[in-house]
Nanobody, 112 residues
Framework: QVQLVQSGGGLVQPGGSLRLSCVAS????????MGWYRQPPGKNRELVAT???????NYAGSMKGRFTISRDNTKNTVYLQMNSLKPDDTAVYYC??????WGQGSQVTVSS
């Protein structure tokens, strides 16, 4: 069993930056891929980015170049660095492991 605990998030002005963190615990040796998803208000959950244990990354098109996913395997932690944030980035952000394990969610609000 794997558990994911997120931190970070909050309110930021347009153009600002935030970093989300997600710590995995439990049977972490079974994790082969981790990622971030988001759910904007009134919309479905969507992919933000994924990263494999080998470090290969994949980004949704609209986030490419502004968001960076990374991981520290020594800390069982995955990060999402978000730069040049826009109001459309407002959403609840979820950490994910192996496509079926979810963190508790972190609210990110981009507003002036």
């Amino acid at each position: 069993q794997v558990q994911l605990v997120q931190s970070g998030g909050g309110l930021v002005q347009p153009g600002g930056s935030l970093r989300l963190s997600c710590v995995a615990s439990g049977n972490v040796f079974n994790i082969y891929i981790m990622g971030w998803y988001r759910q904007p208000p009134g919309k479905n959950r969507e992919l933000v980015a994924t990263i494999t244990t080998g470090g290969s990354t994949n980004y949704a098109g609209s986030m490419k170049g502004r968001f960076t996913i990374s991981r520290d395997n020594t800390k069982n932690t995955v990060y999402l660095q978000m730069n040049s944030l826009k109001p459309d980035d407002t959403a609840v952000y979820y950490c994910n492991a192996n496509y079926d394990i979810w963190g508790q969610g972190s609210q990110v609000t981009v507003s002036s």
